[in-house]
């Protein structure tokens, strides 16, 4: 079993920047996060791959803006939203799966969300 302890979310205005953190216990490998907005379908952000020797890899839509990081010595990762918009306004969800890559059907365990607000 995997706890998730995310923090970190809050509300910022656009081009401003935030961290999130996501504390895991328990054996983890893949770790990312997706986000969902309001009347939207959860969706993937960023994850690291283990199988790739910690690889990252991002959605298209904040490549370059956002960079995840992990540090495997607390078992947390963390994810630096950086040139944010009013469209990152979500719930932002720590995830982890022991396959690759990260999607919302291969997701074995979720954080319970974080909100990160983006006003114009």
């Known amino acids: 079993q995997v706890q998730l302890v995310e923090s970190g979310g809050g509300m910022v205005q656009a081009g401003g920047s935030l961290r999130l953190s996501c504390a895991a216990s328990?054996?983890?490998?893949?770790m990312g996060w997706f986000r969902q907005a309001p009347g939207k379908e959860r969706e993937f952000v960023a994850a690291y791959d283990w199988s790739g020797g910690y690889s990252a890899y991002y959605a298209s839509s904040v490549k370059g803006r956002f960079t995840i990081s992990r540090d495997n010595a607390k078992n947390t990762v963390y994810l630096q939203l950086n040139s944010l918009k009013p469209e990152d306004t979500a719930v932002y969800y720590c995830?982890?799966?022991?396959?690759?890559?990260?999607?919302?059907?291969?997701?074995?365990?979720w954080g319970q969300g974080t909100q990160v607000t983006v006003s114009s």
């Open positions: 328990g054996r983890t490998l893949n």
């Open positions: 995830a982890v799966s022991a396959r690759t890559p990260m999607d919302v059907m291969s997701v074995d365990y």
